[in-house]
C-alpha cells in the first residue's frame, strides 16, 4: 500500500504530526523515518525507469508556482522526478540567484501531495546539508560545479556516509576529464548510484544552440561509463523552445536513458531561463510525440539484418581506408616532387580549389558542409604531414 499510494499516504502520516504539532518528537521521527523510506523506494524505482523523466522549473520561485507546477507535471502521467533549482549559479550577478533554502518545504509539501521524488542542484557542502535537511531524493551537480574541482571536493566530502543519488552533469566546457574527474570524487565519497546528465557545452559567440550539444564526447563519456544512467538535458543545449522536441529525439535516437527538461507554469515569466522553459501540458506532448526507440529487441530476423548491414559498413570502412591510404602514396609522390623543385607544400589556392570540389560533390551526395569540412581538413593535415616526412627525409 506504501508504494501504490505514496502520495496518499505521506499526506496521512503529515496530517497526523500535523495533530499533534510536533509534539512528540518520537513520534514525528518514527513516521518520518517511515515516510521517507517509502519515498526512497519510489525513488530507487525512477532511478531504474527507461525512459526516466525528470522535468519542473529551472527555479522554485515561489511555493504557489511550485505547487501548481508540480500537480500539473503530475496530471502528465509522464513525469518520474521532478528538478527545481533553489540555489541558481548565474553567470552574471543581480540576476535572481535562486529562493534559497526557504524553498525546501515547498519541495517537499509538492513531493507530499504528488509522491513524486525531487531533485535539486547542490553547489557547496552547506546546500547538500540543506538539501539532505529537508530530504531532497536525489542531488545533481551543476556544470559550473563540476568545472572546479575544489567544488567539487567540496560537495563530495559532505556526501560521505550518505545514501543519495547524484546526477553529474558535464562540465561548461568540452573536457571530458573533468567530467571523469568528478564522477570519480563522487563515487570515492562512497555514493553508489550516479548518473551523468549531458547539457551541452558553451562556445563564444552565437550559435544555434545555447550551448553546443557536441554529442560525440557525450557518446565518448557514455563509452567509458557503460551501464551509469546517462540522460539528457535539452533546455539548457537549446536554450530556446522551439528546437527542444528535436534535440529530444536525438538523444533517444543515441539510447539516452531519459531526459530533463524544464517546465514553467508560466514560462515566459520565469525569473530564470524564461526562453527555454515549457509549460507542463507542452511537456506532456512533447513526451508523447517522441518515437521512444529500444536498443535491443529480440527477434532473430532482427538481428540478422542488423548484422548484414553492419558488415556492409565494415566493408566499407575498409574500402575507405585503403583509398586513403593510396590518396597519402599520392601525397607523397606530390612531396617528393615539390622537394626536387624546392616549393612549399601549403598551397593555398590548390585547397581551395578542393574544398570548393567537394562542397559542390557533397550536396549532390547529401553530405553537409560541416562534415565535407571536417573531414578535408583531417585528410589534409594528413597529407601534410606525408610530404612533410618526404621533404625533410
Ligand atoms: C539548471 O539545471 O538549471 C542549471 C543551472 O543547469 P546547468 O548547470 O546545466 O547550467
Ligand atoms: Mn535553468
Known sequence: MV?????LYSISIF?????????????FKFYHMVATKSMKEITQAAWVKRPLIISGPCSAETEEQVMQTAIQLQGTGKVDVMRAGIWKPRTRPGSFEGIGTKGLPWLQKAREIT????AVEVAT???????????????WIGARTTVNPFSVQDVADALRGVDVPVLIKNPINPDLELWIGAVERVAKAGIK??????????SYGNSEYRNAPMWHLAIEMKRRHPGMLFINDPSHICGRRDILQEVAQTAIDLDFDGLIIESHIDPDKAWSDAKQQITPARLGEMMSAIR??????????YHANLEKLRQQINQLDDELMQIIGERMKIS?????????????????????????????KGDKLGLSQEFITKYFDA??????????????S
Not at 15 to 27: A, G, H, M, P, T
Not at 379 to 392: A, G, L, R, Y
Open 15 to 27: 496530517r497526523f504530526y500535523d495533530i499533534f504539532k510536533f509534539s512528540n518528537f518520537q513520534i
Open 125 to 139: 557542502a552547506k546546500q547538500v546539508e540543506d538539501a539532505l535537511h529537508f530530504d531532497v531524493d536525489i542531488l
Open 332 to 360: 607523397e609522390k606530390i612531396g617528393q616532387y615539390k622537394k626536387d623543385n624546392n616549393i612549399t607544400i601549403l598551397q593555398t589556392n590548390r585547397w581551395n580549389a578542393i574544398l570548393e570540389r567537394a562542397f559542390k
Open 379 to 392: 585528410v589534409h593535415m594528413e597529407s601534410i604531414n606525408h610530404q612533410n616526412k618526404i621533404m625533410n
Open 115 to 118: 509522491g513524486i521524488p525531487v
Open 292 to 301: 521512444w526507440r529500444k536498443e535491443d529487441v529480440a527477434s532473430e530476423e
Open 193 to 202: 548510484q550516479i548518473g551523468l546528465i549531458h547539457r551541452g557545452f558553451s
Open 3 to 7: 508504494s501504490t499510494f505514496p502520495g
